[in-house]
């Protein structure tokens, strides 16, 4: 069975420190994975997308940056923190390619607070 | 542009009522695939159901059962017999493709559920 995690679970920073979050999913090969931002009184925001290694779609300009080194592994980073990055961040994974069995499998999320 | 709907922001029932959830969405695209998730008080989502555009057949699980009419663009979630582990907040999400390119979700602002013992 597949299984997604990330971590750290939760985080707290300073204004204008770097950022790094990591997403690993197992089970499953050559999935689209995805970075999603669900803010405070806010609904879920879709940040980035990846369909394969290297290959990284930005939904919402801002400062976070996302990379895909490896197959399962996807990485949202900032260089200097916001107090507007605050939040929960949820990695998502699905099938790859064309599938009418679309639906996203999220991790447990990671909960951002920058001072 | 797509949107989804969720006008309830909070519902509120005693254990054992029944209680339905609207979603209603809007799309441009004729092929799409609408989605519930469930998001209890330790964060995570969990996926609960997809619907394609094209199967307009209702569907129940257990207590939970789907409605989806094309016609109103409507895709409401109804909990029987409600129980306090129900307590959650709700959301409805909309995908058009079911392609590998830009398909993340597009999500409501969710419904907070709360079942009272």
């Known amino acids: 069975s597949q299984t997604i995690h990330q971590w750290p679970a939760t985080l707290v920073q300073p204004v204008g420190s770097p950022l790094s979050l990591e997403c690993t999913v197992e089970?499953?090969?050559?999935?689209?994975l995805y970075w999603y931002r669900q803010a405070a009184g806010r609904g879920l925001q879709l940040l980035f997308y990846?369909?394969?290694?290297?290959?990284i779609s930005s939904e919402v300009p801002q400062n976070l940056s996302a990379s895909r080194p490896q197959d399962r592994q996807f990485i949202l980073s900032s260089k200097k923190l916001l107090l507007s990055d605050s939040g929960f961040y949820l990695c998502?994974?699905?099938?790859?390619?064309?599938?009418?069995?679309?639906?996203?499998?999220f991790g447990p999320g990671t909960r951002l607070t920058v001072l | 542009a797509q949107k989804v709907t969720q006008a309830q922001t909070e519902i509120s029932v005693v254990e054992k009522e029944d209680v339905t959830l609207d979603c209603v969405y809007e799309t441009r695209d004729t092929t799409y695939y609408l989605f519930w998730y469930k998001q209890p008080p330790s964060g995570e989502l969990v996926f609960l159901i997809r619907r394609n555009s094209f199967d307009e057949q209702n569907e129940i699980s257990g207590r939970y059962s789907w409605n989806f009419q094309k016609s109103t663009s409507s895709f409401n979630f109804t909990i029987t017999a409600s129980q306090v582990v129900d307590s959650a907040v709700y959301f409805c999400a909309l995908s058009d493709s079911s392609g590998g390119g830009a398909d993340g979700l597009t999500f409501g602002k969710g419904t907070h559920l709360i079942i009272q013992p």
């Open positions: 998502a994974w699905r099938l790859g390619g064309w599938s009418s069995y679309n639906e996203q499998f």
């Open positions: 089970g499953t090969s050559n999935p689209n």
């Open positions: 990846s369909v394969g290694i290297g290959q």
